[in-house]
């Protein structure tokens, strides 16, 4: 089928550093041509995540040189390569993190696709949805639960899936109490699977705002991050990307209990203290990546529970000034760029 020529706006880190400092410009670039097995994706929305950040000020190491960053897109299909099969023009489709695995590894090959070392990355590896237009290979697409509207589904597509990978890591018991540290754009998300799975959540982040909505969102407590949670917790997911928080949430654990360390990026951690912060067969887990079984799973799970972003969205062509604010933390829940038309 057709694909749309010519050139399209597109963000483009064009020197990694500070995001004030302009290394991210609006460009233009010629719109992507899909491969055989790929989908061309006009972008509808865009969710921002600290991930975009991280990329943009060359905390992770360039990858792609003048990357696109993004890789919560919600668009529609415009076109695709002539071996992909099931789908149409104008699906609406998502495009998440994981972009593409070698599918024939040892960890693929038991089911743990996201650690396989030949993984790429939207938005890292390859040009991601702060643009008009982006491609995904169709294994790699979303398709996305009917009834959530572009802007609130997006930043389902990574904070979501990544928060609901953090809460299988943290391996909640059922009905259990858990501690959510930083209360971000994925940790308001998994807080909503959470608390509609029936766990006791407590909060425990340092912006008053974020304290309020987790609230509003049915949290049991919350409170400053320093402070200690009101009960013993089974399970806590460390979201702020502060290593100073590990030994924190380990000592808010009981007996038994796991932490999850939901970023990409952390700070170093401190050294930890044995018995007040291990013992008692606590334990640390890292969370990397999704696979695209969690991501299946974790929007079946958002759409019958009806989980929704907080957002605050902003034009695409001011993607930059959204990642300032991120960075300054001038907003809670998650921001979000709409193109128009
Ligand atoms: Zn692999
Ligand atoms: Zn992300």
């Avoid at 609406?92 to 695995?101: C, D, E, F, I």
């Avoid at 609130?152 to 904070?159: G, H, I, V």
């Avoid at 360390?261 to 990546?289: C, M, N, Q």
Wanted: aromatic fraction near 6%; glycine fraction near 12%; proline fraction near 7%.
């Amino acid at each position: 089928m057709a694909v749309p020529d010519g050139t399209m706006r597109a963000w483009s880190v064009v020197a990694p550093g500070p995001v004030e400092a302009g290394g991210l410009r609006l460009v233009d670039k010629p719109v992507p041509v899909p491969g055989q097995d790929e989908l061309l994706v006009r972008v509808r929305a865009c969710g921002v995540c600290r991930t975009d950040l991280h990329v943009a000020e060359g905390d992770l190491p360039v990858h792609r040189p003048g990357v696109t960053p993004g890789h919560e897109v919600v668009g529609v299909v415009a076109a695709f390569g002539a071996a992909v099969r099931g789908f149409v023009a104008g699906d609406r489709v998502g495009v998440a993190w994981l972009r593409s695995t070698d599918g024939s590894c040892a960890y693929c090959v038991r089911g743990a696709e996201n650690l396989c070392p030949a993984s790429r990355y939207t938005g890292w590896d390859a040009d991601g949805g702060y643009a008009a237009y982006t491609t995904v290979p169709a294994a790699f697409a979303h398709r996305l639960p009917a009834g959530l509207d572009d802007v609130t589904t997006a930043p389902l597509l990574c904070a979501g899936i990544i928060g609901y990978r953090a809460l299988k890591r943290a391996a909640l018991p059922p009905g259990g109490r858990l501690g959510l540290y930083g209360f971000g754009g994925s940790a308001h998300l998994c807080a909503q699977v959470a608390l509609a799975e029936g766990a006791r959540v407590h909060v425990l982040t340092r912006s008053a705002a974020a304290r309020r909505l987790a609230l509003e969102l049915g949290a049991a407590s919350a409170r400053d991050v320093l402070q200690t949670p009101p009960e013993p917790l089974d399970s806590a997911i460390l979201f702020a990307p502060a290593g100073e928080l590990v030994p924190v949430a380990l000592r808010a654990l009981d007996r038994g209990g796991v932490l999850s360390v939901a970023g990409i990026h952390l700070t170093d951690i401190p050294p930890l203290r044995y018995v007040s912060e291990l013992f008692y067969e606590k334990e640390v887990r890292s969370v990397t990546s999704n696979t695209r079984a969690d991501a299946r799973e974790f929007l079946a799970l958002a759409a019958r529970h009806g989980v929704r972003a907080t957002t605050h969205t902003y034009p695409m062509a001011r993607a930059a000034q959204a990642l300032a604010d991120l960075k300054a933390g001038r907003f809670d829940g998650a921001a979000v760029l709409v193109n128009d038309g």
